[in-house]
């Protein structure tokens, strides 16, 4: 030691125990706050949890309860994956899957959560995920970029790496590549339907990672998304504009190119609709369904009425849009 840099300092140190303590503690909270200030260099906008939800809307409606049901026996999960890095920002996941290895490769859920393309966060979509994994299905919640830290199209871009990391892992998690369902809410839904009418559109895939595995996904379920930004049913404004990079008026190629129904036609996908009774939130959905007919793709149309909009977070309708989301998986995967 007598022959190292410092080491008159580092024999000192370690001949009063209390003084090293103080230095390593003083190093921890140096490291802890470097930490935290790269963490806060991504913009974020915390406000739509479950929790602000349950007060919003608990107002009038008395009777209802946050959706927040005990993690199901026999259902494993796995953390925190980072499943993209874009530069210097790693994106996470949580998976969920039952904790028997069934013989069968298992259908899987990429859960997208909603909040306005600037808000929310993978969290408010781990009830659902756990539930779905205790009916045999591999479910991933996924982080993505919202419009305070990049605009769109960098969120499709990031989901996309995320079914590629899907089947990209597909042996760890005993996943089958080929049945790989988006569930979206709100924003999540219309991010969902995007996912599901763009499997062949090269524009969108962006760099995430996994370049070789495909980003196609064979059903959706969207809840409460809209299927056309600029649509004689909808009334998307500023919150839209913030993401969209600017108005119709300003960036209208975003508007209509970040539209499901632009996009919707033969390589479309089977959707299930679960909606509230809020009209706004259905926009272009009937002229989507109708795209669809057309090309014989089936979908299902469910409305719960006097519901609020993010009715998933929420008893009374958890476990009844649950439901709904069991059969047609169930139905559409050919799964038991």
Not at 29 to 39: C, H, M, N, P, R
Not at 283 to 292: N, T
Not at 293 to 301: D, P, T
Request: with cysteine; glycine share 6%.
């Amino acid at each position: 030691m007598k022959n190292l840099p410092g080491g008159g300092v580092i024999r000192a140190l370690y001949s009063k125990p209390k003084q090293l303590a103080t230095c390593f503690l003083i190093l921890f909270v140096l490291f802890a706050q470097i930490a935290t200030a790269q963490k806060a260099t991504i913009p974020r906008d915390t406000s739509f949890t479950i929790y602000s939800t349950y007060q919003k809307e608990v107002k009038n409606r008395p009777y209802v309860q946050m959706a927040k049901p005990p993690m199901p026996a026999g259902v494993l999960a796995k953390k925190e994956v980072v499943y993209s890095t874009i530069g210097d920002r790693e994106l996470h996941l949580d998976v969920f899957y039952p904790a028997n290895k069934s013989k069968k490769k298992l259908p899987a859920v990429l859960l997208i959560h909603g909040g306005g393309w600037r808000s929310g966060s993978k969290e408010n979509l781990v009830p659902m995920a756990q539930q779905l994994a205790a009916k045999g299905y591999v479910t991933v919640t996924a982080e993505y970029r919202l419009s305070p830290e990049a605009k769109y199209p960098a969120a499709v871009h990031d989901l996309k790496a995320a079914v590629r990391w899907m089947r990209a892992n597909a042996e760890t998690y005993n996943l089958d590549k080929n049945k790989i369902a988006a569930l979206g809410c709100s924003a999540g839904g219309q991010l969902a339907a995007l996912l599901g009418t763009t499997n062949k559109n090269t524009k969108l895939e962006g760099t995430g990672g996994n370049p070789k595995q495909s980003s196609a996904v064979q059903a959706v379920i969207d809840m409460d998304g809209v299927l056309a930004f600029k649509h004689p049913e909808s009334a998307e404004g500023v919150v839209a504009s913030q993401w969209l990079g600017g108005t119709y008026e300003e960036q209208a190629e975003n508007w209509i190119e970040a539209s499901a129904l632009t996009h919707v036609g033969k390589n479309a996908v089977p959707i299930l609709f679960i909606n509230s009774s809020t009209p706004r939130f259905h926009a272009g959905r009937e002229d989507f369904i109708q795209v669809l007919n057309q090309h014989n793709i089936y979908s299902e149309v469910h409305t719960f009425p006097d519901t609020p909009h993010p009715f998933w977070l929420l008893h009374p309708w958890f476990n009844p849009t649950l439901e709904l989301t069991v059969n047609f998986l169930n139905k559409n995967f050919k799964h038991e």
